[in-house]
């Protein structure tokens, strides 16, 4: 929900369950997953795209500890989809807090004046570029005199290695047990097939290729790696074909720890 209190200043709440955050459009194409029972007829509904919708419930279910909606293939055509418990959950928690939630925002934009007022709410509709963003819990920190790798447990035995500095991992206040979020950009995700692979990346996780889209140059590889989450790697098209990315693919997604970047409340 987005409301413009001047010409040049726009607000954005965010529901927030736990240590994840989803906007309430996000939320309302939740309900209308679960009322159509189709991603491709809640994004007409939304006015989206079919690929952004997918997006967004893939987001949703990386960002959650269980996913929130379970889908079959179907694609553009109409593939079954439905809400989990969890998902049901948050769809009615969201119904509860919205009325709340709009008087809130409409008290907010009364109440917004030039100069400092205004910049206290830049933070409230910060975005990132990062494709990836996967929830966790901190299962090990290993510190030396500079720096600490930290292994962040997605469950469901899926689990990523970031490198930090010393220094940040004391910032961000990083403790076995706390919730954090991992940040990696697509282009840092590297893909290969095979068996007996040997390389240098932290981070080798399996899975199989559940979607594919192709552009000019590159193409966008979305992997399941298990525990409802998903990865989207960006490869170049020519490397795509060689490697015989199509759906059903079992692939390994290697990712340099120094390429995580962990995010925390």
Avoid at 49 to 54: I, L, R, T
Avoid at 64 to 93: C, D, H, K, Q, Y
Wanted: charged content about 20%.
């Amino acid at each position: 929900m987005t409301t413009r209190a001047d010409s040049s200043l726009t607000a954005a709440l965010t529901f927030q369950r736990g240590s994840a955050r989803a906007s309430l459009e996000r939320v309302a194409l939740l309900a209308a997953v679960g009322e159509l029972g189709s991603i491709s007829a809640a994004a007409k509904q939304m006015g989206l795209s079919y690929k952004g919708a997918w997006d967004a419930v893939q987001a949703m279910n990386n960002l959650f500890e269980a996913p929130l909606v379970t889908a079959a293939p179907g694609g553009r055509a109409g593939g079954a989809a439905s809400l989990t418990p969890r998902g049901e959950a948050v769809v009615m928690a969201f119904g509860r807090v919205r009325t709340e939630l709009e008087a809130t925002l409409a008290k907010l934009e009364s109440h917004l004046g030039e100069g400092a007022s205004r910049d206290l709410f830049w933070s409230l509709g910060m975005r990132t570029s990062a494709r990836n963003a996967l929830r966790g819990v901190i299962s090990q920190i290993t510190a030396s005199a500079v720096s600490a790798e930290v292994e962040l447990n997605l469950g469901d035995g899926v689990a990523i290695t970031a490198m930090v500095t010393r220094q940040s991992a004391e910032d961000l206040g990083l403790e076995v047990g706390t919730p954090a979020i991992a940040l990696i950009k697509a282009s840092f995700v590297m893909l290969a097939v095979g068996e007996g692979l040997r390389t240098s990346a932290r981070n080798q996780l399996p899975g199989v290729v559940t979607a594919r889209e192709d552009g000019g140059v590159n193409s966008e590889i979305t992997l399941d790696i298990g525990g409802g989450k998903t990865l989207i790697a960006t490869v170049t098209r020519d490397s795509a074909e060689a490697l015989g990315l199509a759906v059903g693919v079992r692939a390994m997604a290697l990712i340099k720890a120094p390429h995580v970047i962990l995010a925390v409340e």
